[in-house]
């Protein structure tokens, strides 16, 4: 299993941007898929974004597509997501999980094995 650390959460207003980061500790960083999740209170954590090992496959939640892109840096263990635009109930506790690669894409939180502490992202309208 990876180890997984975000970074780069903030209050931000309407409108504006913020990028995440999450790095991982280990050698088998591109052997692992990798995804965003956020929990707002008192809801279930969502899917945001998963990207394939090499990041030639991405996929994003509908409430975020067109705002939000998921990158990754396989040479420094590292996956970003560039969140633009944001509304206020972008507002959640966002975590970075991994998954093994050969068990193939997911946006179930279920199919991910390793998860981050989280990073929060407040979004004042």
């Known amino acids: 299993q990876v180890q997984l650390v975000e970074s780069g959460g903030g209050l931000v207003q309407a409108g504006g941007s913020l990028r995440l980061s999450c790095a991982a500790s280990?050698?088998?960083?591109?052997?692992?898929?990798m995804g965003w999740f956020r929990q707002a209170p008192g809801k279930e954590r969502d899917f945001v974004a998963v990207?394939?090992?090499?990041?030639?496959?991405?996929t994003y939640a509908d409430s975020v597509k067109g705002r939000f892109t998921i990158s990754r840096d396989n040479a420094k263990n590292t996956v970003a997501l560039q969140m633009n635009s944001l509304k206020p109930e972008d507002t959640a506790i966002y975590y970075c999980?991994?998954?093994?690669?050969?068990?193939?894409?997911?946006?179930?939180?279920?199919?991910?094995?390793?998860w981050g502490q989280g990073t929060q992202v407040t979004v004042s309208s």
């Open positions: 990207i394939s090992r090499y990041g030639r496959s991405t």
């Open positions: 280990g050698r088998t960083f591109s052997s692992h898929v």
């Open positions: 999980a991994s998954r093994r690669a050969d068990w193939g894409m997911s946006e179930s939180k279920d199919d991910f094995s390793s």
